[in-house]
Each structure stands twice: as C-alpha cells, then as structure tokens.
C-alpha cells in the first residue's frame, strides 16, 4: 500500500514537472520570436529615423535655396518695375511727340492756306497764268514745292514760306521716326517684362512644389515611425506579461528533490545601429577653365535677370545667361561682354558641325534672335543659366533648345 502511494506520488510530481517545462518551453519560444519582431522593428526605425533626418536635410537645402529664389523674385520684381517706369516714361514721351506732330501739320496746313491765297492773289492781279497751274495742277504737297521752284516768278516771301514748309516737313518726318523707335523699344521692353514675368511664376512653382513633396515625405515617414513605435510598445507589453506568467509558474511549481534549482535566464540586448549623417557637398569646380567653372553653381544658383555683374550675384549664385558665360570666361582670364548682343559678335563664326568644347552658342528665344547664350562642353550638351534651372548642363537635342537653336556658334579663343 505505500508503495503504492509512493508510486502515485512520483507519477503526479513527474507530471507536473513534465507540464511546467511543457509551458516554460512554449514561453521561452514565444520571447525569442518577440525579441526577433522587435530587433526588426527597431532596425526599420533606425531606418526611418535616418530617412526624416534627410529629408530635414532636404528641407534645410531646400529653405536655402528658397531664400536665395525669394531674393532673385525681389529683384526680378525690382527689375519689372523699372522696367514699367520706362514704359511709362516712353508712352508720355510718345504723347508728346504725337503732340509735336499735329502742331507742325497745323502749321504746314495754315501756311499752305496763305501761299494759295497769294497765289489767287497773284493771279487776278495780272500774274501769269503758269503759277496758277502750279497750284492746281500738283498732285501733292511735295509735288507743289518742286513745281514751285521751277517758276522765277514768285516773290521772295513765298519761296522763303516754301523753304519753312520743307523744314517743318522734314521735321515731321524725323518726329515720326523717332515715335516709332520709341515705340519698338517699348515692345521690347514689354517682352521682357514678360520673360521676367515667367521666370518669377516658373521658379515660385517649383519651389512650392518642391516643399510640398519634402513635406508630404516627412509626414508619411514620421506616420511609419508612429505605428512602428506602437507595434514595439505592444510586444514590449506581451513580452512583459509572458515573463510574469512564467515568474509565476516557476514560484508554484512543487519541488522534485530537496534540493532547489535555480533557473537562470539569459537576455539577448539588440544595439540600435547608428545613423551616419551625411553632409552634401558642392563641387568646387576649376576656376581655370571657363568650361568647369560654373560646376560649383549647379543645383546651387537661380536665375536672375541683369544677374552675374557684381560680386553680390556671384558670391550668392545669381546669375542671367549672358552674366554666367562672361563671368565663366573671366575665371580663365578673357574678358569678353556680359549681353547678348555683345557675345554674339566677338571671336569668329564656326559651324556647328565644327564646334568644339568651349565655344559660345546662341538660341532664339522669347521672339528675339540670339535671346539665349551657352557655352558648349561637348558630348551634344552646353552649361548655361536658364530661367527655370539657374546654371545647369543641357543636352543640346533637348526638344526646346533644339528648335531655339538655329545653328549660331562662335569661337573665343
């Protein structure tokens, strides 16, 4: 009979025990598979965290380089302005040169008047006939004067009023030039009003649309790193809960021999690997060569329209098309001019089928012949400041640049 209990006993205690390790197995497998979830967590956090610190970086680059288009937006504002003052300026100057005209045709009318009635005058005092054919028979009023002449009868102070007519005529007609000079440069003042109009509106979008998608990027990363925070705190709560629940089990489990067994338990720590900062650099460029000069100005430069003439603009990267190609000359010692106009005569014409790197090419834009300026770097492509980009390389068969393109290139050197 005790045997039989003693056997009982065992069996139940053997159970048990069998049940306890059982579980405690289970447990253990279960924080394994917790710390592998949460190492795994922990390493796309780092990850994200690293992405929103870029994309910080990003956004500092970014507000920079906003600053520096806010700056050409003030000028280019700056620069419309003056440019509708002149207008204005012209369109006065204009009215009253249209002013000046009329009166100088109400004198030639009201002096023709008088030359008829002495002519009239002259007639029916016995003058001869000749002179009133002269009147009537001219077509104009300038055909008059040159029938006019040819009569040796009229008196001294006609022929002084006929040579007054032809002055006030030939100053009419030299007004009248000067109007319409006036107005041609008040269109091309308009078209430029209205390039720097666009590059305003071209360049404020960018930005804008830039920002936006920093920011949409920034909010989408941090709204990653919220549920991987929360998925981590939730396995952190299980994983907190299983180990009480084993702590329990072990402190109710009845002891197999007198001696007691300890259990130690191991913790395996997962380091959080290290985001290594990285810092964006603008290449220096040479300042040797007119060609590699302006490396250090792409994706760091805007466009402004007057811009690369002072050391302001060229310390802060702002710079117009025919600005960069004359500053970028002057890094390799030649002096060439800072507009178009100017570019487009200096060195010697070449063919495009002869262009090396270098060499200066033109492109018709915005209505105007030679409206852009490059300076070609070989491989089909060209470094220049363009309105929507700043300074920035292009490939010549770009379909905008190579319809503007008309085959005008010049050799400096």
Same mark, same amino acid.
Request: hydrophobic share 35%; aromatic share 6%.
């Given at each position: 009979?005790?045997?039989?209990?003693?056997?009982?006993?065992?069996?139940?205690?053997?159970?048990?025990?069998?049940?306890?390790?059982?579980?405690?197995?289970?447990?253990?497998?279960?924080?394994?598979?917790?710390?592998?979830?949460?190492?795994?967590?922990?390493?796309?956090?780092?990850?994200?965290?690293?992405?929103?610190?870029?994309?910080?970086?990003?956004?500092?680059?970014?507000?920079?380089?906003?600053?520096?288009?806010?700056?050409?937006?003030?000028?280019?504002?700056?620069?419309?302005?003056?440019?509708?003052?002149?207008?204005?300026?012209?369109?006065?100057?204009?009215?009253?040169?249209?002013?000046?005209?009329?009166?100088?045709?109400?004198?030639?009318?009201?002096?023709?008047?008088?030359?008829?009635?002495?002519?009239?005058?002259?007639?029916?005092?016995?003058?001869?006939?000749?002179?009133?054919?002269?009147?009537?028979?001219?077509?104009?009023?300038?055909?008059?004067?040159?029938?006019?002449?040819?009569?040796?009868?009229?008196?001294?102070?006609?022929?002084?009023?006929?040579?007054?007519?032809?002055?006030?005529?030939?100053?009419?007609?030299?007004?009248?030039?000067?109007?319409?000079?006036?107005?041609?440069?008040?269109?091309?003042?308009?078209?430029?009003?209205?390039?720097?109009?666009?590059?305003?509106?071209?360049?404020?979008?960018?930005?804008?649309?830039?920002?936006?998608?920093?920011?949409?990027?920034?909010?989408?990363?941090?709204?990653?790193?919220?549920?991987?925070?929360?998925?981590?705190?939730?396995?952190?709560?299980?994983?907190?809960?299983?180990?009480?629940?084993?702590?329990?089990?072990?402190?109710?489990?009845?002891?197999?021999?007198?001696?007691?067994?300890?259990?130690?338990?191991?913790?395996?720590?997962? $380091?959080? /690997?290290?985001?290594? %900062?990285?810092?964006?650099? +603008?290449? @220096?460029?040479?300042?040797? !060569?007119? &060609?590699?000069? #302006?490396?250090?100005?792409?994706?760091?430069?805007?466009?402004?329209?007057?811009?690369?003439?002072?050391?302001?603009?060229?310390?802060?990267?702002?710079?117009?098309?025919?600005?960069?190609?004359?500053?970028?000359?002057?890094?390799?010692?030649? $002096?060439? /001019?800072?507009?178009? %106009?100017?570019?487009?005569? +200096?060195? @010697?014409?070449?063919?495009? !089928?002869? &262009?090396?790197? #270098?060499?200066?090419?033109?492109?018709?834009?915005?209505?105007?012949?030679?409206?852009?300026?490059?300076?070609?770097?070989?491989?089909?492509?060209?470094?220049?400041?363009?309105?929507?980009?700043?300074?920035?390389?292009?490939?010549?068969?770009?379909?905008?640049?190579?319809?503007?393109?008309?085959?005008?290139?010049?050799?400096?050197?």
């Amino acid at each position: 009979m005790k045997k039989t209990i003693v056997t009982m006993s065992t069996v139940a205690v053997v159970g048990l025990t069998s049940a306890f390790f059982a579980e405690t197995a289970h447990a253990e497998k279960t924080v394994s598979q917790i710390h592998d979830e949460r190492s795994e967590i922990k390493v796309n956090l780092s990850n994200a965290e690293a992405k929103i610190a870029q994309v910080l970086l990003d956004l500092e680059d970014l507000n920079k380089k906003i600053a520096r288009v806010d700056g050409a937006l003030a000028e280019n504002k700056k620069q419309v302005k003056e440019t509708e003052d002149k207008i204005k300026d012209t369109k006065q100057k204009v009215d009253e040169l249209e002013e000046e005209i009329a009166v100088l045709e109400d004198k030639i009318e009201e002096r023709f008047e008088i030359m008829k009635e002495r002519i009239v005058a002259y007639q029916k005092n016995g003058g001869d006939v000749q002179y009133l054919e002269v009147l009537f028979g001219s077509k104009s009023f300038g055909d008059f004067i040159s029938r006019s002449s040819a009569v040796s009868k009229i008196s001294d102070a006609d022929a002084d009023l006929m040579k007054q007519q032809e002055a006030d005529k030939k100053a009419v007609e030299k007004k009248q030039a000067a109007v319409e000079e006036k107005l041609d440069e008040l269109n091309d003042m308009k078209a430029e009003q209205e390039a720097i109009q666009d590059t305003i509106l071209e360049q404020k979008e960018q930005n804008e649309a830039a920002k936006q998608e920093l920011k949409d990027k920034e909010a989408q990363l941090k709204e990653m790193k919220a549920n991987l925070e929360g998925k981590d705190s939730n396995l952190a709560a299980l994983e907190a809960d299983i180990r009480s629940s084993m702590e329990a089990a072990n402190n109710d489990t009845p002891s197999v021999s007198g001696e007691s067994n300890g259990s130690s338990s191991s913790h395996s720590t997962t $380091s959080k /690997p290290s985001v290594k %900062a990285t810092t964006a650099t +603008v290449p @220096s460029g040479s300042t040797g !060569s007119a &060609i590699t000069a #302006g490396n250090k100005y792409i994706g760091n430069s805007v466009y402004v329209w007057g811009g690369g003439r002072s050391a302001y603009d060229v310390q802060h990267g702002r710079f117009d098309c025919s600005g960069f190609v004359s500053w970028a000359y002057r890094q390799e010692g030649i $002096s060439l /001019p800072a507009s178009t %106009a100017g570019l487009s005569g +200096v060195g @010697s014409k070449v063919s495009y !089928s002869n &262009i090396q790197p #270098g060499d200066l090419v033109f492109f018709d834009t915005d209505g105007r012949k030679n409206g852009h300026v490059g300076i070609y770097i070989g491989g089909g492509q060209f470094i220049g400041s363009q309105s929507s980009t700043g300074v920035a390389k292009v490939s010549m068969s770009n379909p905008y640049w190579s319809k503007a393109f008309k085959g005008h290139v010049r050799r400096v050197k």
